[in-house]
């Protein structure tokens, strides 16, 4: 199934880079520039209104690299769910839970992602089918929220968004995240022009988190 397959490529690479950018050009620039940096999982943010064509680009030029996963950040409503996947966005990432939106996402067998806070939250995004729920914002938490959440429910599947650093992802990993997203370092040079150093930086994040993962 290919909604497995994007679980597992989101897995394998463990860093989601979140790519805003304010034209067409620099997000498409940044997005290329993580994955030249081994950061494959793409999350392309709705905060920019080019968003439907850096999507549709990237899945176009990509499409053959299996470890290469291009989704859709910032997504509120079903009906921006469904303009993202018919531009190609094999997941969909929300800052919130949206339960039509988890609907709609179910239907076309998309993974969705939402942010949630609570235990209960969480629980209903399970319900509703969600694989892996985003703790948003993670720097409001700390790394000691996640152990809390995995107590009672060991089985859920976390990306943490928001506070993350290369200085502290270890301390993440080591508290149960799965996934973690990066963006607003990457997102400020990125405007800069700076993109060999966007790529550099996501070079140093695989290799810890490789190393940090064994």
Not at 25 to 46: L, M, P, Q, S
Not at 183 to 189: A, F, R, V
Request: aromatic share 6%.
């Amino acid at each position: 199934m290919k909604k497995m397959k994007v679980l597992k490529a989101l897995q394998a690479c463990g860093v989601v880079a979140v790519v805003r950018g304010n034209t067409k050009e620099t997000g498409i620039n940044i997005a290329k520039a993580c994955i030249k940096g081994n950061v494959k999982a793409i999350e392309v943010t709705y905060t920019n209104k080019f968003a439907n064509e850096i999507i549709r680009e990237l899945s176009e030029e990509f499409k053959t690299q299996d470890d290469v996963v291009i989704g859709a950040g910032t997504v509120l409503d079903p009906e921006t769910a469904r303009l993202a996947i018919l531009q190609g966005a094999e997941y969909i990432v929300s800052p919130s839970f949206n339960l039509e939106t988890a609907a709609l996402c179910n239907r076309y067998k998309v993974a969705y992602i939402p942010g949630v806070m609570t235990i209960n939250e969480i629980v209903s995004a399970h319900e509703s089918g969600v694989d892996v729920i985003k703790l948003f914002p993670g720097s409001a938490f700390g790394p000691s929220y996640i152990k809390a959440i995995k107590g009672p429910l060991p089985y859920a599947n976390v990306m943490v968004t928001g506070g993350v650093n290369i200085d502290n992802l270890d301390t993440w990993i080591n508290a149960g995240a799965d996934l973690v997203g990066i963006g607003g370092e990457l997102n400020s040079i990125g405007e800069e022009g700076k993109f060999d150093e966007i790529t550099s930086i996501c070079k140093k994040y695989i290799e810890k988190i490789n190393k940090v993962r064994g």
